[in-house]
């Protein structure tokens, strides 16, 4: 009865936050599904029309494609961010005095706006009056200005380093909780043994930074999302799709050329894409993708 | 530490610093100046400074009943994730069939976009007549599964020893995770009380086709609504950006601490 | 702690539940503005002159910004609730109408034969969609040629271009520099009359093919494309939305213009050497130009159609279109234009100047295209367009595929 009472109450209390993930998330992935397969629009009755929005976008519609790729080279600014913040937690770990400082500093980028942050850098990349072709010029680093959100080779590397600008400080918060939560005599029971620093780093830094390490890839996927403000803001997808992501993508689809069910069949193939690229993810990182029981 | 390498580290920092901050500093300046940023070569100190912008969010739109909105949709954010996702937190740490079903479940859910879901959440929350309310803008981020595995790892990371003590003594469960569970998770306190409150307070998509009434709007509805008075001024909306900006900030410092007295204070595994 | 934390969450639930909905009142219209919240109290306003008429009804507004109105609209359509009375820009009413989503207008204008008089025809047709009239004229607009006298008579030029050859000609010979010659608008087919200067037309008559795969297309575009490439044109033009190209202007480094009319009060508040010396107006050659209005419309859902054209037919009301007019600067298609014209003329003469072009060759419109798929094929052709333009593909490759795409798309 004890068991059985365990079950109700673990349910209990796994109720809530279901819930809302039920009516939020789930349904609405449902009904994106159902509508996926028919033809409709506001104000007319639908029509099943089995798996045409599919064929069209697999086989006749390029930009999905595109998308489809800029999404995963935008989802790249992840790891990059990653590994910056972790040599950013690793220099406001050592002890200097004004630690906390740099870590407020740092961490400033990520609460503001995102419209703020894609305006104030879309002025930065601007191509005649910008502050990065300004000072480039300056310092003599290049002959002529660079169109960075103009040109299709430079758009979307420059999109990238915005989003990374705003999530490092983040990330680096959370990396340096995880690096102090390392225990020092490890580190001195190591460094006795004769171990070098970078070995040290890689035996024992790494290792126990997998979970925060892992929760930074989960608020990058998150953040490759509401991200979206930031791309719309900085280019609207631009120039001629070159950093058009699937989500630019389907709210365009969906709020400006106002076809819902073409919409639908498209976030259905990114949800499935995001799935198997997470399963891969997860296989690669070896196993359990809680990453939660602590190494050991 | 020897001074050169201190020395280093801190030239290192210095530039990064610089760097994070310079849209920033853009930010602030125009917001203080309102000149046009399309001019060139682009000025770099400030020349003529005037208040007037931030004057004008308080005078143009109900900046205050805009605030007043934000931070009680904000407060009821946070309040829901952090008792929804400690709960499931909790739940997960323990042993039960379909354990592993619900985890792999949540993380699925975090691949599904929000602006995909718009449609279909504004239906469900028309059902529940929770359109056009407080409670209707904060559902839908009432709980968020990055804070619920933030959680997991921190209840983990605690001894069982403790919570078999607890249970020994005849807690009832809630009680642990009251007692025992929370007190030594004070960084994922912190963690889910700053995350959830920036998304809900930078949150626009949402609010914009909930709120009808145009007395619930929140902030950054607000600024749209301002920036429709001061088209073309980016100094006005630099300016509403920084006033948005400053509780968010306000948040990590104080909470900063904490966060940290949680880490060096925690109970550490052996 | 969580005694308190509990309390709190409790206080903030009922706060939450004590603002929920109003229970709904019977006979409520609900009013649905694009970007005018800075003219609150005039539409209040009319909610006041519509009470006298109507004292059962209640009027609620909302007013929303351009990138805004779309989601906030279709996601009440899609529940139901759609506002009655709708103010859409361009060409988003081809949408709706060609879905059975606005109420025709038609028996209204033709029952009311005063008000159908009222507005001027010219700009009343551009809302006709398959013969039914589905919205009136609230404030018009359409293209025009914006120059910097300045930058005109460095470069020697004598007067405004006159053709699509001299246009680019006058433009390179005021680059340099930061300096370009020219810069369009590029949303809402903005920049069609730089095509249909060269004789392109998009479609054939019965709008089922594509028309535009021509030498003639070919040779504009590819000419556009080498201007772009070598600073003439700004990209700016291709690539910016509203502000960017606005501001370009606005910072005195962009010789000709081709944009509608309220781009001037923005360019105007943000360009302090602009006055009646150094800034013209005109019509881009051969008057070609692109309307870019605003009508008011009801929507098919709405529970009172006949209240709803009652208050349209208030709000554009001689009282109320010249109040706008007036407050705006901005001409109503309506008879109270010729009036605003009059007095604009005196009271601020350089406005009068750009305000002119709007009410002048109104035949010549273009890009009016009735179609139900616009957004659909504005987009598959602009795609293209702006490749070829920005360099990436020739121009010739470009429009054959943006003609398969438009052709597909039609054939759906």
Request: hydrophobic fraction near 50%.
């Amino acid at each position: 009865m004890r068991r059985a009472r365990g079950t109700l109450l673990i349910w209990a209390f796994l109720a809530p936050s279901l819930t809302i993930f039920l009516l939020y998330r789930i349904l609405p992935l449902l009904w994106n599904a159902a509508l996926s397969v028919q033809t409709w629009s506001p104000f007319r009755p639908s029509k099943f029309a089995g798996l045409i929005h599919y064929e069209e976008l697999l086989f006749h519609d390029e930009v999905f494609w595109t998308s489809l790729w800029n999404t995963v080279v935008f989802m790249s600014s992840s790891p990059i961010a990653i590994a910056l913040a972790l040599g950013l937690a690793l220099l406001v770990d050592t002890r200097i005095r004004g630690r906390g400082v740099y870590r407020a500093i740092i961490f400033l980028s990520y609460p503001l706006m995102t419209v703020a942050v894609g305006i104030i850098w879309r002025w930065l990349y601007d191509e005649k009056v910008g502050l990065l072709n300004y000072v480039l010029l300056s310092l003599h680093l290049t002959q002529r200005r660079i169109a960075f959100l103009d040109s299709y080779e430079w758009a979307m590397p420059s999109v990238v380093v915005a989003a990374v600008w705003q999530i490092v400080g983040f990330f680096m918060v959370i990396l340096l909780a995880g690096l102090q939560n390392i225990p020092p005599n490890l580190q001195e029971a190591a460094a006795l043994d004769g171990a070098s620093g970078v070995q040290r780093f890689r035996h024992i830094t790494l290792p126990l930074l997998r979970p925060a390490i892992f929760l930074c890839l989960m608020i990058g996927i998150i953040n490759s999302f509401t991200s979206f403000d930031l791309i719309y803001v900085m280019t609207g997808g631009g120039p001629n799709y070159a950093t058009e992501v699937l989500i630019t993508y389907i709210y365009r689809v969906a709020f400006v050329l106002s076809k819902f069910d073409y919409a639908a069949a498209l976030t259905v193939v990114l949800f499935l894409f995001l799935l198997v690229l997470t399963w891969l993810a997860n296989r690669v990182a070896g196993g359990e993708a809680g990453a939660v029981d602590a190494a050991e | 530490m020897r001074p050169s390498r201190a020395a280093s580290v801190h030239a290192a920092l210095i530039a990064v610093s610089m760097v994070m901050l310079v849209p920033f500093y853009w930010v602030l300046k125009t917001s203080l100046t309102g000149e046009n940023i399309f001019q060139y070569p682009p000025a770099l100190l400030p020349r003529a400074i005037h208040p007037f912008y931030y004057v004008d969010v308080w005078y143009y739109i109900p900046f205050v009943r805009y605030l007043a909105n934000s931070v009680i949709v904000s407060a009821i954010v946070v309040a829901s994730n952090l008792v929804c996702n400690a709960l499931a937190a909790y739940a997960l740490t323990l042993r039960f069939r379909g354990q592993r079903a619900i985890i792999g479940l949540l993380l699925s859910c975090m691949l599904i976009p929000f602006q995909a879901t718009i449609i279909p959440a504004y239906l469900i929350t028309k059902e529940l007549h929770l359109l056009n309310s407080h409670l209707g803008l904060a559902l839908p981020l009432g709980s968020t599964i990055v804070c619920i595995f933030v959680f997991k790892a921190s209840f983990d990371a605690i001894p069982r020893s403790l919570i078999d003590a607890a249970r020994i003594d005849g807690l009832p469960e809630w009680r642990i995770i009251r007692h025992v569970m929370l007190p030594l998770s004070t960084s994922a306190v912190a963690t889910t009380v700053i995350l959830s409150f920036i998304w809900s307070w930078n949150s626009f998509l949402w609010p914009l086709i909930v709120i009808r009434n145009p007395e619930l709007q929140t902030l950054p509805l607000g600024l749209s609504t301002f920036l429709s008075y001061m088209e073309n001024t980016t100094g006005a909306l630099y300016a509403f950006c920084i006033m948005v900006l400053v509780p968010g900030i306000a948040l990590f410092l104080l909470e900063q601490r904490r966060f940290i007295e949680g880490l060096t204070s925690g109970a550490t595994k052996g | 702690m969580r005694r308190t934390l509990t309390r709190i969450v409790i206080g903030l639930l009922a706060l939450g539940l004590l603002t929920g909905p109003v229970a709904a009142q019977p006979k409520t219209l609900s009013l649905l503005t694009w970007n005018i919240p800075i003219y609150k109290e005039k539409i209040e306003g009319w909610i006041a002159d519509f009470k006298k008429i109507h004292p059962d009804v209640t009027v609620e507004w909302f007013d929303k910004k351009g990138p805004e109105w779309g989601p906030f609209y279709q996601t009440q359509v899609v529940a139901g609730t759609a506002p009655d009375i709708i103010d859409t820009q361009g060409a988003i009413w081809l949408d709706y109408a060609s879905n059975g989503g606005l109420v025709d207008l038609t028996p209204h204008l033709q029952r009311d034969a005063a008000v159908k008089d009222y507005y001027n025809p010219k700009f009343l047709q551009t809302w006709v969609y398959e013969g039914k009239n589905y919205m009136v004229p609230f404030y018009v607009s359409k293209t025009l040629l914006f120059y910097n006298k300045g930058m005109l008579k460095e470069a020697g030029i004598a007067r405004p271009p006159q053709t699509f050859d001299e246009l680019l000609d006058a433009a390179r010979k005021m680059t340099k520099g930061e300096k370009s010659g020219f810069m369009t608008l590029n949303f809402d087919w903005l920049y069609w009359p730089l095509l249909a200067m060269n004789g392109v037309e998009l479609l054939t008559p019965d709008l089922k093919k594509a028309a535009f795969n021509t030498p003639a297309a070919v040779k504009t575009v590819d000419a556009l494309a080498k201007a772009t490439a070598d600073g003439t044109i700004n990209k700016v033009a291709w690539t910016g939305r509203w502000v960017e190209p606005n501001n370009a202007f606005a910072s005195g480094t962009v010789g000709l213009y081709q944009a509608h009319a309220p781009a001037f009060f923005y360019v105007r508040g943000g360009g302090p050497w602009i006055n009646g010396d150094t800034l013209g107006a005109t019509q881009m050659p051969g008057g070609f130009a692109t309307p870019n209005s605003h009508g008011l419309g009801i929507s098919k859902s709405s529970k009172h159609p006949e209240l709803a054209w009652e208050f349209i037919k208030l709000a554009t009301n001689e009282k109320w279109a010249y109040t706008f007019g007036k407050n705006f600067k901005l001409f109503t298609g309506t008879r109270v234009d010729g009036r605003l014209m009059d007095e604009l003329q005196k009271e601020d003469p350089l406005a009068a100047s750009v305000m002119k072009t709007q009410l002048e060759q109104v035949d010549k419109l273009v890009a009016t295209w009735p179609l139900g798929k616009d957004a659909q094929v504005k987009e598959a052709f602009y795609s293209e367009f702006q490749a070829a333009v920005l360099g990436r593909k020739p121009a010739a490759a470009a429009l054959a595929e943006a003609e398969r795409k438009v052709n597909r798309l039609l054939a759906r």
